[in-house]
C-alpha cells in the first residue's frame, strides 16, 4: 500500500495503540497524566492496530515507550490523517499526514490527535518510575 493512500480496509471503529515515551506525558492542574502533542508531530507516526497486536507487543517493538496511547481511526481521519499498513511486525501501521503524506503532521491536527487520545492503564516495566 502506498504512504500517499489510507487504507480504507481499516474499519474506522479500529484502536490504534502508540508508544507514549516519559517526556510526551505532562500532568494537568489535578495531577492527571494528559498525552502531548508531540507525542503526535512527526512525518511518520508508527502505530499498532489493537485487533491484530497487543500493548505488549508495543512495549517489545518500542521499548522506550512508557505508556500506550489508544486512538481509533475515525479520530485518526478527523484529526485529517491517514492511516497505512505497514507490516511486519503484524498490526503494524503508519500514520500520515492527509493533505502531504510525507511531511510533518501539523500541530493542529497532533493536538486534536493528542485531545482524543486515551491512555491506556499499562506501563512498561522496563520504563516504570523508581519508588
Do not use: W
Not at 515507550?65 to 485518526?76: G, L, M, P, Y
Not at 481521519?77 to 503494524?92: K, L, M, R, S, Y
Amino acid at each position: 500500500m502506498s504512504a500517499n493512500t489510507h487504507d480504507s480496509s481499516i474499519p474506522h471503529d479500529t484502536v490504534i495503540y502508540r508508544g507514549i515515551k516519559p517526556s510526551e506525558i505532562a500532568l494537568d492542574v489535578h495531577g492527571n497524566p494528559v498525552i502531548s502533542d508531540g507525542a503526535f508531530r512527526s512525518r511518520e507516526l508508527s502505530g499498532f492496530r489493537a485487533d491484530r497486536a497487543s500493548v505488549n507487543d508495543v512495549f517489545r517493538e518500542y521499548p522506550s515507550a512508557f505508556r500506550v496511547a489508544e486512538i481509533t481511526v475515525r479520530e485518526i481521519i478527523d484529526a485529517g490523517c491517514i492511516v497505512v499498513t505497514d507490516e511486519p511486525p503484524q498490526g503494524h501501521v503508519n500514520i500520515y499526514r492527509g493533505d502531504k503524506p510525507g511531511y510533518r503532521i501539523s500541530g493542529g491536527a497532533a493536538g486534536r490527535m493528542a485531545k482524543r487520545a486515551r491512555l491506556n492503564p499499562a506501563q512498561n516495566p522496563l520504563q516504570a518510575p523508581k519508588p
